[in-house]
């Protein structure tokens, strides 16, 4: 065996081991003669098919790779040269691998080629690069920049959307000087010699209209600061936030302190930890002063009262909300009234009360003056109630006595007088007639002023007033009834039968009509409206006596009892009167007629 003989042996024994790196031994032609494992593996191939000759060798080299190979092919063949170069292998399966090849020539006009798999070193760098481009994505959309400069303060790095939100472009900063770039921020260059000094230094910085949240690391080699990095985050947004929130913050104080009512917050220990203004003002202490103060210092009442405090307590254990009448004691020893409305509640997982505290003097002042009011109402009520019950005595034991003695003393002389009594008997039985009316009518009258007795019924006092009317009235009284009757207040009911009377009266001694109608009404809410309207001369209310017809008396009735009245008459055309009331208005409740 030649001295090249057992080169090229010993280089495809030797090749197998040196895995993964494979071994081929080509021809003049370029056909593989010989191929080590590993070449074989990186294709797919195995040893068998190598030795029968089914591996295609001439269909191993994509299209794209046919130029460089028969190139680095020619390099060897013709020059004698050594050739390294890369491409790609179709594998058995058709995928691709990508290979470095080194390539020499042998002896006897035969070349060997060495192929390393490229496959782990191509993911390594499209995994680096997938990292780098991730990183930089990152960066170009994270609100944040990462910059470096050396110990000259010379810009060597300057990446980061940061950089593009305050209008620089990619690389724009690089080699520039960090001093310059910030000379009109006393602030920034300071940061910048401190940490070039050697100290790590974090801070927000205002950069034109963006603030950034700015971290300073200095780097050290061999104990010297050579540079700074450092990283820059747009905090533009939380910064706005926190000012926002500063504001609703002071606005919330100033809301809080400018409310009616005092406000205080309670620890769990019932310690004051706050207060608003009008807490200040009502007590006569700065904030300062009713900090640290618990309600005991404040409220002489709950002071001396332990089962008033007790009660609270329980209340404030149980979370229950509140409120109660005191009194607090000012700076000056001076005690006003007040309401608590008290409202625990938890922040962070501790114990807190909210009290309001609303000074209630005037409130006070008001309650006393309407209990005053109302014992004055009642007295007068009581004297009325009295002077009624002495009206209606007096009626009773005077008017109506004498009334019942006329009508008996006439009918006893009718009695006497035999036929002697006809000769005045048109007059005389008229007399007793207006004598049995009036005494019907004082006996109503004490009916109704006796306290807490109602009426008898205003639809058939009207009836008998019309019926007495009929005795002397040549014309017709027509009387109509609608709704459902009600049984009013007697004070009411005087006051319409008195004015139905009056008007009826009017109508039948002047005002020379033909017809009189009387309608009542009763309505489901419980207003009551008579109308009593004639057919006579009517008059000119302008002409009339201050008192002619009795209307005077008539709207002091109304006035005093609720009712509204009206009038409505002309010369030649009849009169209208109409009395009303409601309940409403003249705050009596009717009560409906029982069985």
């Given at each position: 065996m030649t001295t090249a003989a057992r080169r090229d042996g010993a280089v495809t024994r030797v090749a197998p081991g040196t895995e993964p790196v494979g071994v081929l031994v080509l021809d003049r032609d370029g056909r593989v003669i010989k191929a080590n494992d590993a070449f074989l593996a990186m294709l797919g191939y195995s040893r068998r098919e190598l030795d029968l000759g089914e591996i295609p060798w001439g269909q191993l080299t994509p299209a794209e790779w046919e130029s460089e190979t028969q190139s680095a092919a020619e390099h060897v063949g013709a020059r004698g040269g050594c050739a390294v170069f890369e491409k790609e292998f179709f594998r058995k399966d058709r995928s691709r691998v990508r290979v470095l090849v080194a390539a020499a020539p042998s002896t006897n006009s035969q070349q060997v080629a060495f192929v390393f798999d490229l496959t782990a070193r191509s993911r390594a760098e499209a995994a680096l690069a997938a990292t780098e481009q991730q990183l930089h994505a990152v960066i170009n959309h994270l609100p944040i920049s990462l910059f470096a400069f050396d110990r000259s303060g010379t810009i060597r790095l300057a990446e980061g959307r940061g950089l593009i939100d305050r209008g620089f472009k990619p690389g724009e900063l690089i080699g520039r000087s960090a001093f310059e770039l910030h000379q009109h921020r006393p602030g920034v260059l300071q940061s910048l010699r401190r940490a070039l000094a050697g100290e790590s230094v974090s801070e927000v910085s205002q950069l034109d209209e963006l603030a950034f949240e700015v971290h300073y690391s200095p780097v050290f080699e061999n104990g010297q600061v050579v540079g700074v990095n450092g990283v820059a985050i747009n905090v533009t947004d939380r910064q706005?936030?926190?000012?926002?929130?500063?504001?609703?913050e002071t606005r919330f104080r100033t809301y809080v302190d400018n409310a009616s009512d005092a406000l205080y917050v309670y620890d769990g220990e019932a310690t004051i930890i706050d207060v608003n203004r009008r807490a200040c003002e009502m007590l006569g202490y700065s904030r300062e002063q009713l900090i640290g103060k618990t309600p005991r210092d404040i409220d002489p009442v709950l002071g001396n009262d332990p089962e008033f405090r007790q009660r609270n307590?329980?209340?404030?254990?149980?979370?229950?909300?509140?409120?109660?009448?005191?009194?607090?004691?000012?700076?000056?020893g001076t005690r006003i009234p007040v309401e608590v409305r008290v409202r625990p509640f938890r922040h962070r997982g501790e114990r807190f009360v909210l009290a309001l505290v609303t000074d209630i003097t005037e409130r006070k002042r008001a309650e006393e003056e309407r209990e005053r009011t109302r014992k004055l109402e009642e007295e007068r009520e009581n004297a009325v109630t009295t002077e009624r019950s002495r009206l209606a005595a007096e009626i009773h034991d005077t008017l109506a006595q004498g009334l019942a003695m006329i009508v008996m003393q006439l009918s006893d002389a009718e009695a006497k007088l035999g036929s002697s009594w006809t000769l005045a008997e048109k007059p005389l039985n008229m007399v007793r007639e207006l004598a049995a009316e009036s005494l019907a009518y004082a006996r109503r009258t004490v009916n109704m002023l006796r306290p807490g007795r109602p009426a008898g019924g205003l639809a058939r006092a009207i009836r008998d007033v019309i019926d007495g009317a009929r005795r002397h009235y040549a014309g017709t009284i027509a009387l109509e009834t609608t709704g459902a009757p009600v049984l009013l207040d007697a004070p009411v009911e005087s006051a319409l039968l008195s004015i139905a009377r009056s008007a009826i009266g009017n109508a039948v001694r002047h005002a020379q009509a033909k017809r009189i109608d009387v309608e009542l009404n009763f309505a489901e809410s419980g207003a009551v409206r008579v109308t009593i309207a004639d057919d006579g001369v009517g008059f000119d209310t302008n002409t009339i006596p201050r008192d002619g017809y009795g209307l005077i008396s008539m709207q002091e009735r109304a006035t005093r009892t609720g009712i509204a009245l009206t009038l409505a008459t002309e010369p030649g055309a009849g009169t209208v009167v109409v009395a009303?009331?409601?309940?409403?208005?003249?705050?009596?409740?009717?009560?409906?007629p029982q069985g």
């Open positions: 706005r936030t926190l000012d926002a929130l500063r504001d609703s307590a329980r209340r404030f254990e149980t979370g229950e909300d509140f409120s109660f009448e005191t009194v607090h004691q000012r700076s000056d009303s009331w409601s309940p409403n208005l003249g705050g009596h409740s009717p009560t409906p």
